[in-house]
């Protein structure tokens, strides 16, 4: 089992930029794949971005691409998510998730450990 934290959500203007951060512990960090998905109000829960074991390969929803970007570093056991020209359909809490293996991977059953989730609002 893994054990993650999320951090760095706050309020934010549109345009703006906030990074976003999960501890991880438990399992040995590098094993596994790991994800962030957000969830809006009255919506479901839906993927943001994944990134493989070692870092080298990432995935995003069409969404964010080109303005979010997920970075994994393995000696931090840490996971981040840089979020830029943030818009106010970005405003929802977000979650970091742990995969089951080492590869990229875009649905939620593919991930068995979440955290609690971060609150990021973007005001227009």
């Known amino acids: 089992q893994v054990q993650l934290v999320e951090s760095g959500g706050g309020l934010v203007q549109a345009g703006g930029s906030l990074r976003l951060s999960c501890a991880a512990s438990?399992?040995?960090?590098?094993?596994?794949?790991m994800g962030w998905f957000r969830q809006a109000p009255g919506k479901e829960r839906e993927f943001v971005a994944t990134i493989n074991w070692s870092g080298d390969n990432t995935d995003y929803a069409d969404s964010v691409k080109d303005r979010f970007t997920i970075s994994r570093d393995n000696a931090k056991n840490t996971v981040y998510l840089q979020m830029n020209s943030l818009k106010p359909e970005d405003t929802a809490v977000y979650y970091c998730?742990?995969?089951?293996?080492?590869?990229?991977?875009?649905?939620?059953?593919?991930?068995?450990?979440w955290g609690q989730g971060t609150q990021v609002t973007v005001s227009s």
């Open positions: 438990g399992r040995t960090f590098s094993n596994y794949a």
């Open positions: 998730a742990a995969s089951y293996d080492g590869q990229i991977a875009w649905r939620s059953s593919n991930f068995g450990s």
